[in-house]
């Protein structure tokens, strides 16, 4: 019990250089879920948009391409949240607008290098999560629910008119301004040979090579040892409490955490989209994020970005007319349909349904 | 010094006094038993002790220092382990895994930063897990997942990952509540090796005399919030106002 600094001493102290590098280095399964995830990745614009017959089918546009992993990203860390650590928070909106705007005003004042503009909205997102966390955690439940809610709404009320002069108010932020990766490439501009077919374009080898990270970070978060603390205070917060964890510091971890990969897919969207809607701070943007990740299934690192991907594209592509055209205007019902009826069909969302299926065919546990 | 100390210790529940000027002290290497009848207040004691209730007034210490003002968590750190009256495990977790996170507790501290190392690489937890559970007789059932044990084995669990916790002192609340006559003497089995191998203080709350009077050393009676008797089995056997307030004056 009271060994602590023992511990710490074969922890710490033992640390050499080769460790902290050692640190960083892909392990065990890490690789081959980094490396299936980077194919899919690479192949998911050209089938999505330009592989003949399937993206007829699809419909499919590059620009949704993009889009949907920005939100995938959003969601996978919500899921941190929501699925492992038990919390709901109805105000993420919060980390994914405020990151935009941090982003996008740092893009005029300071820089548009697309990497240090997600620096900036990233950075901003995570203090504002400290924050927030530090004032909604104190209760749980509900309570914490509203709380996030309400912290939203009254950033979404500040920017709209108060801070006005900053955010461009109910107009949204219009003076983004990026430049180009790495000071040579305009991010709409193609990517020369092969990749251009597979990927497209600079934006999306940009927004892709950051999901690949924020994959990997999520998957080595869920499989330190904090993975497993956050399982454990969503089952039984009071036994957490009485085995001797901090559930109150975890907790606001986690939040922290999801708030970060908010604020990366935030910055990446006003780059995306080189404009902030007010919208992105209103609460249905939160609300949005709560629905990718249930219908994609909660307590898995994919299901949400499958979840993502399924809301887009028929807010986007079923909304758009052909070949949809009989559907598109009751969209909005074709979107509550689609969630009801995979929340009854599969309670564990896409994800947990593949995972079942996968589970008959091999008879094996998970 | 002993190991825990309470001290005029109250605990009202609106007009109700559950805990009434407990001055209870446990030696190191010592098991006492509370024992009372049901709503005597022995889980509030209990309670009180662990810091998930806050008392009235009076003081509680352990190693003495006091531990009125710590959090839960700060009190299992620094070695008091609770079991449950009822299995409170992690069941959506392994059998493994809930004895890694208490073993992970108690290594670790309270909270770290340890969010990109992988729990492989936590050797001492894997190794306390693993004793724990071979001690609870859950190893062969590590892999399971916890809400898939038998009530018995979920109990066991639950002193498991009290064990895990590698306590100074254990309280156990009704260890046996609920458990059939086999499970109940498969734990009584595991307390008195407990108390064998690892030597562990701890205060037990029970309902079985036969239990009480075969593992105690010093016997706590318990009555509407009141120590109203203490000492040897043989002497709490042989107390009159026992007899009277508790046992109806049965023959023991
Ligand atoms: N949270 C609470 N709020 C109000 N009254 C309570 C609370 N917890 C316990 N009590 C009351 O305090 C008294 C002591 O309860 P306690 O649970 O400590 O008894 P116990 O000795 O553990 O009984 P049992 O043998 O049934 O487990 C009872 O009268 C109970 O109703
Ligand atoms: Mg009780």
């Known amino acids: 019990m009271s060994d602590e600094p023992a511990a710490a001493a074969d922890g710490?102290?033992?640390?050499?250089?080769?460790?902290?590098?050692?640190?960083?280095?892909?392990?065990?399964?890490?690789?081959?879920?980094?490396?299936?995830?980077?194919?899919?990745?690479?192949?998911?614009?050209?089938?999505?948009?330009?592989?003949?017959?399937?993206?007829?089918?699809?419909?499919?546009?590059?620009?949704?391409?993009?889009?949907?992993?920005?939100?995938?990203?959003?969601?996978?860390?919500?899921?941190?949240?929501?699925?492992?650590?038990?919390?709901?928070?109805?105000?993420?909106?919060?980390?994914?607008?405020?990151?935009?705007?941090?982003?996008?005003?740092?893009?005029?004042?300071?820089?548009?290098?697309?990497?240090?503009?997600?620096?900036?909205?990233?950075?901003?997102?995570?203090?504002?999560?400290?924050?927030?966390?530090?004032?909604?955690?104190?209760?749980?439940?509900i309570y914490f629910a509203i709380l996030t809610l309400a912290f939203a709404q009254m950033m979404f009320y500040m920017s709209s008119s108060p801070l006005a002069f900053i955010t461009g108010g109910e107009n949204g932020f219009t003076g983004v301004e990026t430049a180009e990766l790495f000071g040579l490439f305009p991010l709409e501009s193609e990517l020369p040979l092969v990749l251009e077919t597979l990927l497209g374009t600079w934006l999306y080898a940009f927004v892709a090579v950051i999901a690949l990270l924020c994959v990997a970070l999520g998957y080595r978060i869920l499989h330190s040892p904090y993975g497993m603390v956050f399982r454990a205070i969503r089952e039984n917060e009071q036994r957490a409490e009485f085995v001797g964890l901090n559930v109150w510091r975890y907790r606001l971890m986690s939040f922290i955490i999801s708030g970060f990969f908010a604020g990366v897919a935030g910055s990446l969207f006003v780059i995306h989209g080189t404009y902030v809607p007010l919208s992105s701070l209103y609460w249905t943007t939160s609300g949005e994020v709560v629905i990718m990740t249930v219908l994609g299934g909660t307590g898995s690192?994919?299901?949400?970005?499958?979840?993502?991907?399924?809301?887009?594209?028929?807010?986007?592509?079923?909304?758009?007319?052909?070949?949809?055209?009989?559907?598109?205007?009751?969209?909005?019902?074709?979107?509550?349909?689609?969630?009801?009826?995979?929340?009854?069909?599969?309670?564990?969302?896409?994800?947990?349904?593949?995972?079942?299926?996968?589970?008959?065919?091999?008879?094996?546990?998970? | 010094m002993a190991l825990?100390?309470?001290?005029?210790?109250?605990?009202?529940?609106?007009?109700?006094?559950a805990t009434d000027e407990v001055n209870l002290s446990v030696e190191e290497g010592e098991r006492v038993s509370i024992i009372g009848p049901n709503g005597a207040g022995k889980s509030t004691l209990v309670n009180l002790i662990t810091r998930r209730l806050d008392p009235t007034s009076g003081d509680i210490r352990f190693k003495g220092e006091s531990i009125v003002g710590h959090d839960p968590h700060e009190v299992v750190q620094m070695g008091v382990s609770k079991s449950f009256q009822t299995a409170s495990i992690f069941s959506d977790l392994t059998v493994r895994e809930n004895a890694e996170i208490a073993a992970l507790a108690s290594e670790h501290g309270s909270f770290g930063f340890k969010l990109l190392e992988h729990r492989d690489s936590l050797t001492g937890v894997h190794q306390v897990a693993r004793d724990t559970l071979d001690a609870v007789g859950l190893l062969d059932q590590a892999d399971r997942q916890a809400s898939e044990l038998p009530y018995g084995d979920k109990r066991r669990l639950e002193i498991g990952i009290a064990l895990a916790a590698e306590p100074d002192l254990l309280l156990m609340d009704e260890p046996t509540a609920g458990m059939s006559p086999e499970e109940t003497e498969a734990t009584v089995d595991l307390v008195e090796e407990v108390k064998r191998e690892l030597g562990l203080t701890f205060v037990l709350i029970e309902h079985d005399m036969e239990i009480v009077f075969r593992i105690s050393d010093r016997i706590v009676v318990l009555n509407r919030g009141q120590v109203i008797a203490e000492g040897t089995p043989d002497e709490i056997k042989g107390d009159a106002a026992v007899q009277e307030a508790y046992l109806g004056g049965v023959e023991l």
């Open chain 1, 301 to 366: 690192l994919f299901g949400p970005v499958v979840g993502a991907g399924v809301y887009l594209y028929v807010e986007n592509i079923v909304s758009g007319g052909h070949p949809f055209e009989f559907v598109a205007p009751f969209w909005h019902l074709i979107l509550g349909l689609v969630f009801v009826v995979t929340i009854w069909v599969f309670p564990r969302g896409i994800w947990g349904f593949f995972r079942d299926v996968r589970d008959y065919v091999t008879g094996g546990e998970d």
């Open chain 1, 12 to 141: 710490e102290t033992g640390s050499s250089f080769a460790d902290t590098v050692g640190i960083w280095m892909p392990r065990g399964d890490e690789l081959r879920v980094m490396t299936a995830t980077a194919v899919v990745l690479a192949v998911f614009p050209f089938v999505f948009s330009r592989m003949p017959v399937v993206s007829d089918l699809l419909q499919g546009y590059q620009s949704l391409a993009t889009l949907i992993l920005i939100w995938g990203i959003f969601a996978l860390g919500f899921d941190l949240l929501l699925g492992y650590t038990g919390l709901l928070s109805f105000g993420h909106a919060a980390f994914w607008g405020g990151a935009a705007y941090a982003a996008g005003v740092f893009s005029q004042h300071v820089s548009g290098s697309p990497i240090l503009m997600v620096l900036a909205g990233t950075v901003f997102a995570v203090l504002l999560a400290w924050f927030l966390g530090f004032l909604s955690l104190r209760r749980g439940g």
């Open chain 2, 4 to 17: 825990l100390e309470t001290e005029n210790l109250v605990k009202e529940f609106g007009g109700l006094v």
